[in-house]
């Protein structure tokens, strides 16, 4: 564990309100519930809970965003996501959350992501570098502690921004996301996710947003198989998105075309456990996806609530498949051909990696 916490890492699914820390998510119920808004005590075992079902994480998730859907927890709960992150190890972060409106809060679609930025802006601890743009702009130093230090003695993470379209919204609110990242392209923002109740919402609802995205040039990840749906599984992959998440009820033929196309795989091993949609570990398909050379990346979904970490996923995935480190490391390198950002980003990463490989000595 202590191994995979120092190498560093690439998070490519990652939902923000998912991420809250324990004591934060502790305090705002509390605060909540000493003004009277909320019954504390009936929350609180909500949130201590630990085996949820499926079903049972969109009504921890429907609690969470009571709790949380104000600009300043916004901005509070991304900036201690960031900095979580770093203190990991994470090199890249793609944050995906889901624009929310909440007029009692004088809350839109814009303005919630605004309040993201903030929270972006306001890290002071680490030094984040939010904006594509061309490698003329940076000198790339080739010593390790330099590239992850910035120079400055701080930590640097890259964090970019993925907009969550939810099953449960109508084709004009998925669209609304839809004009709301384009309109912050130049903000951080690269491209769109799918993802909510699988149990609810139609794949077609929800087309036209996807494709119109796509067309402008937005990235797209969908989640794909948290469920047995053969027709949506199969409209996905016809989608040809840029990556998928989970694909854990997939039959064989269209496991088959999955590995046809190529289409990366963002694995999420104690989300996939922790919500019963996978037995345990050991019978994941993250191993005959490993095995036959499919991309795979390691990823968390939700670190706050199935309680995880980057470095947990990793040392997760070596004691369960016996992948050694030299093997763990070329994984997290991997992941850099798969994330979103810029090649300027794509080419600073690889520097660190290859810097980090020569202090490892694997
Ligand atoms: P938010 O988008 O920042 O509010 O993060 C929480 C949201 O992410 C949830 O309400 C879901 O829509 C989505 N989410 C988190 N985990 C999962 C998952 O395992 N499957 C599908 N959707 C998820
Ligand atoms: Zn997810």
Redesign the pocket.
């Known amino acids: 564990m202590e191994w995979c916490v120092s190498m560093p890492k690439i998070e490519l699914h990652a939902?923000?309100?998912?991420?809250i820390r324990d004591s934060t998510l502790m305090e705002l119920a509390k605060e909540l519930g000493d003004k009277g808004a909320i019954d504390f005590s009936a929350v609180e075992h909500v949130i201590l809970k630990n085996d949820r079902a499926?079903n049972e994480?969109?009504k921890l998730?429907?609690l969470?965003?009571i709790l949380?859907t104000d600009h300043k927890t916004v901005t509070r709960i991304t900036k201690e996501v960031i900095e979580d992150f770093a203190a990991d190890n994470v090199v890249y972060l793609e944050l995906?959350?889901?624009p929310?409106k909440n007029e009692s809060k004088g809350m839109s679609k814009h303005s919630y992501i605004e309040a993201v930025l903030e929270g972006i802006r306001s890290v002071d601890s680490v030094d984040v570098d939010l904006f594509d743009r061309p490698s003329a702009d940076i000198s790339v130093n080739s010593n390790f502690e330099d590239c992850l230090c910035n120079g400055t003695g701080k930590k640097k993470i890259y964090v970019r921004l993925l907009l969550?379209i939810?099953?449960r919204e109508t084709a004009e609110a998925a669209m609304e996301t839809v004009e709301l990242a384009l309109g912050m392209r130049d903000l951080g923002v690269v491209g769109i996710d799918l993802?909510?109740?699988?149990l609810v919402g139609e794949w077609l609802t929800l087309l036209a947003a996807l494709e119109y995205a796509k067309k402008q040039g937005l990235q797209i990840t969908l989640?794909c198989g948290?469920v047995p749906n053969p027709d949506e599984i199969q409209a996905m992959l016809d989608f040809f998105p840029r990556r998928i998440?989970?694909a854990c009820c997939f039959e064989d033929d269209e496991l088959k075309l999955l590995k046809k196309l190529r289409i990366p795989v963002e694995i999420?091993l104690t989300?996939n456990i922790r919500?019963e949609t996978i037995a345990s570990a050991d019978v994941h398909h993250f191993a005959d996806l490993y095995k036959s050379n499919h991309p795979v990346i390691l990823c968390t979904?939700?670190t706050g609530?199935f309680s995880t970490s980057l470095s947990a996923e990793y040392a997760l995935a070596s004691s369960t498949f016996g992948i050694g480190k030299r093997e763990m490391f070329e994984l997290s390198e991997k992941a850099i051909d798969f994330i979103f950002a810029c090649d300027r980003v794509k080419g600073e990463l690889k520097t660190i990696f290859a810097s980090a490989l020569g202090k490892f000595n694997l």
């Open positions: 939902h923000l309100n998912g991420s499926l994480v969109f998730f429907d969470i965003h949380t995906r959350t889901t929310k969550s939810d099953r993802s909510g109740n699988p989640h948290e998440g989970h999420c989300s919500t979904d939700d609530v």
